[in-house]
Nanobody
Framework: QVQLVESGGGLVQTGDSLRLSCAAS????????IGWFRQPPGKEREFVAV????????DYSDSVKGRFTISRDNAKNMVYLQMNSLKPEDTAVYYC????????????????WGQGTQVTVSS
Protein backbone atom coordinates (compact mmCIF):
# COMPACT_ATOMS: atom_id res chain seq x y z
CA GLN A 1 0.00 0.00 0.00
CA VAL A 2 1.46 3.31 -1.11
CA GLN A 3 1.49 6.08 1.46
CA LEU A 4 2.69 9.66 1.09
CA VAL A 5 2.57 11.76 4.24
CA GLU A 6 3.44 15.44 4.09
CA SER A 7 4.51 17.67 6.94
CA GLY A 8 6.15 21.02 7.53
CA GLY A 9 3.56 23.49 6.35
CA GLY A 10 2.69 26.63 8.27
CA LEU A 11 2.25 30.38 8.32
CA VAL A 12 5.28 32.46 7.35
CA GLN A 13 6.03 35.95 6.14
CA THR A 14 7.17 37.12 2.73
CA GLY A 15 10.84 36.31 2.23
CA ASP A 16 10.90 33.52 4.79
CA SER A 17 11.90 29.92 4.18
CA LEU A 18 10.09 26.67 4.88
CA ARG A 19 10.91 23.02 4.32
CA LEU A 20 8.22 20.49 3.48
CA SER A 21 8.76 16.79 4.05
CA CYS A 22 7.15 13.76 2.45
CA ALA A 23 7.47 10.31 3.98
CA ALA A 24 7.00 7.76 1.20
CA SER A 25 6.31 4.09 1.71
CA UNK A 26 5.02 1.13 -0.27
CA UNK A 27 6.75 2.21 -3.49
CA UNK A 28 9.21 0.32 -5.65
CA UNK A 29 11.63 3.23 -5.83
CA UNK A 30 13.64 1.95 -8.78
CA UNK A 31 11.00 3.18 -11.21
CA UNK A 32 9.36 6.09 -9.43
CA UNK A 33 8.87 9.74 -10.23
CA ILE A 34 8.05 11.69 -7.09
CA GLY A 35 7.44 15.34 -6.48
CA TRP A 36 5.15 18.18 -5.45
CA PHE A 37 2.02 19.88 -6.73
CA ARG A 38 0.16 22.72 -5.06
CA GLN A 39 -3.34 24.15 -5.09
CA PRO A 40 -3.68 27.87 -4.39
CA PRO A 41 -7.02 29.01 -2.93
CA GLY A 42 -9.72 29.06 -5.59
CA LYS A 43 -7.39 27.75 -8.29
CA GLU A 44 -6.50 24.50 -10.01
CA ARG A 45 -3.69 22.29 -8.82
CA GLU A 46 -0.37 23.16 -10.40
CA PHE A 47 2.97 21.50 -10.85
CA VAL A 48 5.83 22.55 -8.58
CA ALA A 49 8.74 20.09 -8.88
CA VAL A 50 9.43 16.43 -9.64
CA UNK A 51 12.39 14.07 -9.95
CA UNK A 52 12.95 10.48 -10.93
CA UNK A 53 14.28 8.45 -8.05
CA UNK A 54 16.98 6.55 -9.91
CA UNK A 55 18.26 9.18 -12.33
CA UNK A 56 17.71 12.22 -10.07
CA UNK A 57 16.72 14.32 -13.07
CA UNK A 58 14.59 17.21 -11.87
CA ASP A 59 11.97 19.54 -13.31
CA TYR A 60 10.75 22.76 -11.68
CA SER A 61 7.94 25.07 -12.59
CA ASP A 62 9.09 28.47 -13.81
CA SER A 63 7.36 30.14 -10.87
CA VAL A 64 9.56 28.40 -8.29
CA LYS A 65 12.79 27.84 -10.21
CA GLY A 66 15.72 29.32 -8.32
CA ARG A 67 13.75 29.57 -5.06
CA PHE A 68 12.63 25.99 -4.37
CA THR A 69 14.79 22.88 -4.20
CA ILE A 70 13.55 19.31 -4.23
CA SER A 71 15.75 16.68 -2.60
CA ARG A 72 15.59 13.24 -1.04
CA ASP A 73 17.03 11.03 1.66
CA ASN A 74 17.41 7.55 0.20
CA ALA A 75 17.94 5.86 3.54
CA LYS A 76 14.75 7.29 5.00
CA ASN A 77 12.61 7.28 1.83
CA MET A 78 11.96 10.96 2.41
CA VAL A 79 11.44 13.73 -0.13
CA TYR A 80 11.87 17.37 0.76
CA LEU A 81 10.89 20.69 -0.74
CA GLN A 82 13.05 23.54 0.49
CA MET A 83 11.22 26.79 -0.20
CA ASN A 84 13.15 30.03 0.03
CA SER A 85 12.20 33.64 -0.64
CA LEU A 86 8.54 32.79 -0.19
CA LYS A 87 5.92 35.06 -1.73
CA PRO A 88 2.20 35.48 -1.00
CA GLU A 89 1.47 33.78 -4.33
CA ASP A 90 3.12 30.63 -2.97
CA THR A 91 0.19 30.26 -0.57
CA ALA A 92 -1.39 26.89 -1.31
CA VAL A 93 -1.99 23.37 -0.14
CA TYR A 94 1.11 21.41 -1.13
CA TYR A 95 0.78 17.77 -2.13
CA CYS A 96 3.42 15.08 -2.42
CA UNK A 97 2.77 12.91 -5.48
CA UNK A 98 4.22 9.76 -7.03
CA UNK A 99 3.89 7.63 -10.12
CA UNK A 100 5.68 4.77 -11.76
CA UNK A 101 7.55 5.78 -14.89
CA UNK A 102 8.95 9.03 -16.16
CA UNK A 103 8.48 12.52 -14.77
CA UNK A 104 5.26 14.28 -15.72
CA UNK A 105 4.07 17.85 -15.23
CA UNK A 106 0.43 16.79 -15.37
CA UNK A 107 -1.46 16.10 -12.17
CA UNK A 108 -3.64 13.46 -13.84
CA UNK A 109 -0.58 11.27 -14.44
CA UNK A 110 -0.07 10.79 -10.70
CA UNK A 111 -2.16 8.07 -9.03
CA UNK A 112 -0.59 8.53 -5.59
CA TRP A 113 -1.21 11.67 -3.52
CA GLY A 114 -0.61 12.67 0.04
CA GLN A 115 -3.22 14.44 2.14
CA GLY A 116 -1.61 17.85 1.64
CA THR A 117 -0.06 20.44 3.91
CA GLN A 118 -1.05 24.11 4.05
CA VAL A 119 1.50 26.82 3.38
CA THR A 120 0.41 30.40 3.97
CA VAL A 121 2.68 33.33 3.17
CA SER A 122 1.58 36.66 4.58
CA SER A 123 2.55 39.95 2.97
Amino acid sequence: QVQLVESGGGLVQTGDSLRLSCAASGLAFRNVAIGWFRQPPGKEREFVAVFTWMSSRIDYSDSVKGRFTISRDNAKNMVYLQMNSLKPEDTAVYYCVARYGSRSLTQYDYPYWGQGTQVTVSS
